[in-house]
């Protein structure tokens, strides 16, 4: 109970309070000033206005008119009519509405204007006059100058163009009702009258009206169809100018055919287009049909069109990756297959900007044919899960990929959804190596080859490039089933499984072999032998040497290798051993520049490759 008593006494005491309204201090006050017949009233009346405070002010300027101002003791302003004097009241009605005390005042003064004289130069006659009601009425709007004041008086006389006139004193609109059709003349005067200074001034102006409403007889020999053309690239457009003119009680519908068919229905006889898709020579018609009462009409007339659409010779498509992707750079390749030879070949590229999701490529004036296209980041990590090597429109491969049929016009819209790795982590390597076929002399290493790792549903995991002796490598793999798939255009690709446990994390000789005469990668898998399998798998580099040499294992193992050196006599000038679980460095650095061969031989094969010491 004393904490809410404590809590009471807290919020009564929090309570802001204001100062109460004291009527003495309430004081209504104004000065006058004029420049020729307007009045400025400033006001001085205090208290102004606060968040408890209001004030309201009532101004009777002298002469029948009063203004009002709430909460502002800005300046008034009034323009008066007529010269002479003018007693000028304030009423100052101030409310305090916290303590709900109001308070009144008053203040006044005299003020002199002068309204100068009426100036005929001021004095304009405007109207302009439109049919109405079916086209039976004439609606004029009175634009005149000047209005009337305490001093001037205004006189309209509007004649009609019929006979009639009317007589008023007002600007408001008239209307007149015509009993024939017709092109009216309308003339409007004005008379203005200053009483003060005994002036009268005059202006007048005239317009035009058309009235059509009242009933005609159609007579359907009068109907005619007709019409005028202008063509530009693909559109053309009609002038209508068919007969007779709607109007007078008389409705007409226009059908435009255009040969396409398309057909456009209109109620009047504004100029019409019409787009055409393609090429062609086409025949438009058009249908006038007339109805008045209970009489139609109709007449009909063609005329013909050719239309030439040049189509820019273009492919185009965007390049597709996830939207929150920075600003990249990826390469755009052009690839075309000869049935002949059976062979694929990049013909154009083109380097792509590619930002908040997506980047356009466009390859022009190309010949009629099927294509391929493929993308390829730039710049980027030649291995790992970022977005890997893709064709048109989402495929790893170029034996899949989508087939573009151009046809010489604008091929469009032949995107590429770039693919994208798993990131993955797990105990888990593959590496190895690709090689040239025995077709080739001894084999060689292949640099630049994609090697896509996916997993046992063809899903994309990662990807690698091969670096100059042939070799790649993936890292950090779970444990899992996976398809080692080299990829490269007009190649029959055989992929290689390999099962990583975690028994057998490792695998270090998932090697391939390229066979140009076969136009085939396959999986070499002893990783021993070559397609002939009479040699040991190896790679010696550099060669010419100068001071080592390097020989890379097509499969490490833990075996011993023999390696001699002899010269182009027979003569051995060399020989050392060494274990085959990593490359080997051989020191050639004594020998002389010249020729020779090197054999390295172990307990599954042999090898001899020549040797060029510089």
Same mark, same amino acid.
């Given at each position: ?109 005299? !003020? ?17 006059? &439109? ?36 007589? &008023? ?36 102006? *005239? ?38 003119? !709607? ?16 057909? &456009? ?27 008045? *009462?209970? !009489?139609?009409? /109709? ?5 013909? /069109? ?8 273009? !492919? ?35 380097? /792509? ?185 190896? *790679? /010696? ?40 679980? *990593? ?24 090898? &001899? ?6």
């Amino acid at each position: 109970m004393r904490k809410f008593l404590l809590f009471m006494l807290v919020c009564v005491f929090s309570v802001p309070t204001y100062a109460q309204l004291n009527c003495s201090n309430v004081n209504a006050a104004i000065s006058l000033s004029a420049s020729g017949a307007t009045a400025t009233l400033t006001n001085s009346s205090v208290p102004t206005a606060s968040s408890t405070i209001y004030t309201f002010y009532t101004i009777n300027w002298g002469d029948n008119v009063t203004t009002y101002a709430y909460n502002t003791n800005a300046n008034q302003q009034h323009s008066y009519t007529a010269s002479g004097t003018y007693t000028v009241t304030l009423y100052s009605d101030v409310l305090d509405s916290v303590n709900n005390i109001r308070c009144l005042d008053t203040a006044t003064a005299n !003020i002199s204007v002068t309204v100068p004289p009426l100036n005929c130069n001021n004095v304009n006659a405007a109207l302009y006059v &439109t049919p109405q009601a079916g086209g039976t009425q004439g609606r004029l709007t009175n634009n005149s100058t000047p209005t009337g004041g305490m001093n001037l008086s205004t006189q309209f006389e509007i004649k009609w163009g019929d006979g009639n006139t009317t007589y &008023t004193s007002s600007k408001a609109t008239q209307v007149h009702t015509y009993t024939a059709n017709g092109n009216y003349i309308v003339w409007l005067k004005i008379t203005a009258h200053d009483s003060a200074n005994n002036i009268t001034c005059v202006d007048s102006m *005239q317009d035009s009206v058309s009235i059509t409403g009242f009933g005609t007889t159609l007579n359907c020999s009068s109907v005619n169809a007709a019409f005028t053309k202008t063509t530009s690239g693909a559109s053309v457009t009609l002038v209508n100018n068919s007969t007779p003119n !709607i109007g007078s009680g008389i409705t007409a519908v226009y059908t435009y055919y255009w040969g396409d068919g398309s057909s &456009t229905v209109r109620t009047n006889k504004n100029n019409t287009s019409h787009t055409y898709s393609s090429s062609g020579a086409y025949t438009i018609k058009l249908v006038a049909g007339y109805t008045y *009462q209970n !009489i139609y009409c /109709v007449d009909s007339t063609m005329d013909s /069109v050719n239309i030439v659409i040049n189509v820019p010779n273009i !492919i185009s498509g965007n390049i597709w990756v996830d939207s929150t992707s920075q600003l990249d750079s990826y390469k755009v390749w052009l690839i075309t297959f000869d049935s002949n030879t059976n062979i694929l070949a990049a013909v154009d590229s083109q380097n /792509v900007a590619v930002v908040a999701g997506s980047g356009y490529y466009v390859f022009a004036n190309k010949s009629a044919r099927n294509y391929r296209t493929k993308a390829a980041r730039l710049n980027g990590p030649t291995s790992g899960t970022g977005y890997v090597p893709t064709y048109h429109d989402s495929s790893l491969l170029w034996s899949s990929a989508n087939v573009i049929a151009h046809n010489g016009g604008s091929t469009l819209y032949k995107h590429i959804y770039m693919k994208k790795g798993t990131v993955t982590s797990g105990p888990g390597f593959i590496g190895g190596n690709v090689l040239q076929g025995a077709n080739k002399g001894t084999a060689n290493g292949i640099e630049g080859l994609n090697i896509l790792l996916m997993d046992a549903n063809d899903n994309i995991i990662t990807y690698a490039v091969t670096d100059v002796n042939g070799d790649y490598q993936f890292h950090n793999l779970p444990v899992a089933s996976y398809k080692v798939y080299p990829e490269d255009l007009n190649y029959a690709t055989t992929p290689y499984v390999v099962n990583v446990t975690s028994a057998k994390p490792f695998h270090q000789a998932v090697n391939f072999e390229r066979s140009n005469s076969k136009m085939t990668i396959n999986p070499l898998v002893t990783g021993i032998a070559d397609v002939n399998n009479k040699e040991l798998l190896l *790679q /010696v580099y550099p060669n010419p040497a100068h001071d080592v040499v390097t020989i890379s294992w097509g499969v490490y193992t833990d075996d011993m290798a023999n390696i001699t050196i002899s010269d182009i006599s027979g003569k051995r000038v060399f020989s050392t051993q060494t274990n085959m679980n *990593q490359n080997a460095v051989i020191s050639v650095d004594g020998l002389q520049t010249g020729f020779y061969f090197m054999n390295v031989s172990t307990g599954f094969g042999s090898n &001899t490759q020549k040797l060029i010491i510089k």
